[in-house]
């Protein structure tokens, strides 16, 4: 895709955002997390409804966190445009274990361009229910985003609906897409689609972006705890 022009009140990169509702996301997929049995950096590839590129994101973390903290390892996600640009970075810190009320088990900090904070996806604690909140970049909450009851989440796509703060309106979803069983058993390769209204603020689409990284390491984490049971 060709760079759009320049867009008043919109962050330098995010330009391709102002223009679609829908974006696919894809893993590359990685034959040494097969062939080696332990966790890479992710890479993927960020299209949009019609299967044209617009991003490539990938993850840097440290080698040893990866082996020793698995999905639930800190991680900082840059997100670069198709002339190489880095546009988009988020940061998300330790997996806490904490599960009080009011607890936030998952923060994932996003800034566009990087170095300027453009907000905030928060896990926060539900027995049951996956349930994060977008902020902005004062921490001030913009949205929510709900997911299946975690019962009921086996070997399917699973819907994460972004909501109004009232949760009454439906805004858009993220969609973790199933990779069928071979494929889920032996690696963590994921496919998942982000949908929102096309006149959505632009900083809020690139936060559901990030929640979307968000998401796929929770159920990165929830698979290796199942694997370990086993």
Avoid at 22 to 38: I, K, N, P, T, Y
Avoid at 108 to 130: D, M, S, T, W
Wanted: glycine share 6%; charged share 25%; with cysteine.
């Amino acid at each position: 895709m060709q760079t759009p022009g320049t867009i008043p009140n919109c962050p330098p990169g995010l330009e391709y955002l102002t223009q679609i509702n829908q974006l696919l996301v894809c893993q590359r997929f990685d034959l040494l997390e097969v062939l080696g049995c332990f966790a890479t950096s992710k890479k993927y590839e960020v299209m949009n409804n019609q299967g044209h590129r617009i991003y490539y994101a990938e993850e840097r973390s440290n080698c040893f966190l990866r082996y020793l903290c698995g999905p639930s390892r800190r991680f900082t996600m840059t997100i670069y445009d198709n002339v190489g640009r880095d546009v988009i970075t988020m940061h998300r810190t330790l997996r806490s274990s904490c599960c009080w009320r009011n607890c936030y088990v998952q923060k994932l900090k996003v800034e566009a361009p990087p170095g300027e904070k453009i907000g905030y996806v928060y896990q926060y604690f539900h027995p049951f229910l996956p349930k994060f909140k977008i902020k902005n970049e004062n921490k001030e909450d913009v949205m929510k985003i709900r997911g299946p009851c975690m019962l009921s989440s086996c070997l399917k796509d699973l819907d994460f609906n972004l909501l109004s703060l009232d949760e009454e309106i439906v805004l858009g979803k993220i969609s973790k897409k199933w990779a069928g069983f071979m494929r889920e058993l032996f690696t963590n390769a994921d496919k998942f689609g982000i949908q929102f209204p096309l006149n959505l603020d632009v900083k809020i689409k690139a936060l559901m972006l990030g929640a979307s990284f968000l998401i796929v390491s929770i159920k990165n984490l929830e698979k290796q705890k199942k694997k370990q049971i086993k």
